[in-house]
């Protein structure tokens, strides 16, 4: 059922975008915009859903009434693996930090059902291109099936990991991995930014397998990579993208702490001790 119009829904997403990017703790008015304008029932099926409401679990809405879905909540995916559509306000950061243009070409690597990858769409619009890699084969199909209506935008099914890629202005990464795939730096041209988040793997209460760890902002300059911590994070693992050397590198740098200090990602492991927050194989973060 659903008890509002087209022109009271609108409403409802207006209110939902502004409340969100509250929450996100950042003011980026086109982003609000494109958020408002996304109907997220759309992406996510027919009702009810399950919302998770911690921590008790997931929570099945009393009907199939869109309004549920225009809260600041995890909506069930694939439930049993604990894959969610992520929480908005935490997205709206993730998307933020990219700091899009209209025109430029994006890679969204863990798109779901395409969701927050329409929202992108909508910051670049028409000009630019989208490419949404997602590794689950039934949220591929739908991803391309809810992202039919963006002439630009993209829907691949595979390992984003290993996937060669095509010159971009934003790649953003919405699982955790262990380390930085020499794709996705190869691919981020001069400027671009790649949103990476560097976590260390853990079993979560229901027994599904969770990621921990930091946001990390990169930026390439020529042939140097800046690199900024922006935030801590759980996340749903990246298939393909945890390898047991730089997990176990990570697992003491974070013990260690330091991480707000990291300006400069390396391509090699050859960074001497002293500068380094962590190394892994042919990859380090240091201070300098």
């Known amino acids: 059922m659903n008890s509002l119009n087209e022109r009271e829904m609108s409403v409802v997403r207006r209110a939902y975008a502004k409340q969100v990017m509250f929450a996100s703790g950042v003011a980026v008015p086109r982003l609000e915009t494109a958020l408002a304008k996304v109907p997220r029932e759309a992406f996510l099926g027919p009702g009810p ?11 099945m809405t009393p009907d199939n009434d869109p309004v549920y879905l225009y809260q600041d909540v995890l909506v069930g995916m694939i439930s049993p693996k604990g894959l969610n559509n992520g929480q908005p306000s935490f997205l709206m950061f993730l998307i933020s930090l990219g700091q ?10 863990g798109a779901g059902r395409g969701y927050y990858t329409a929202v992108i769409a909508e910051m670049v619009g028409d000009a630019g291109a989208v490419t949404a890699i997602e590794y689950e084969p039934d949220l591929a199909v739908r991803a391309a099936a809810n992202l039919s209506g963006y002439s630009h935008v993209r829907v691949v099914q595979g390992d984003g990991f290993t996937m060669p890629l095509d010159p971009s202005d934003v790649i953003y990464i919405n699982a955790g991995v262990a380390r930085p795939a020499d794709t996705w730096l190869d691919a981020i041209k001069d400027g671009g930014r790649l949103v990476l988040p560097l976590t260390v793997s853990f079993t979560a ?18 042939a140097t990579y800046l690199a900024e911590w922006k935030s801590p994070t759980g996340i749903y693992p990246c298939v393909g993208a945890r390898d047991e050397v ?23 492991g050859e960074i001497a001790e002293e500068r380094c927050w962590v190394r892994g194989p042919g990859w380090s973060l240091a201070y300098s």
Do not use: C
């Open 49 to 59: 859903w399950e919302i998770m409401r911690p921590p008790g679990g997931y929570q």
């Open 100 to 109: 899009l243009s209209e025109g430029e070409k994006v890679v969204h690597i």
């Open 246 to 268: 730089s997990e176990a590198a990570l697992v003491k740098a974070f013990n260690l702490g330091g991480w707000e200090k990291v300006t400069r990602l390396y391509r090699t």
């Open 205 to 222: 209460d229901d027994g599904n397998a969770m990621t921990r760890g930091a946001i990390f902002l990169i930026e390439r300059k020529g």
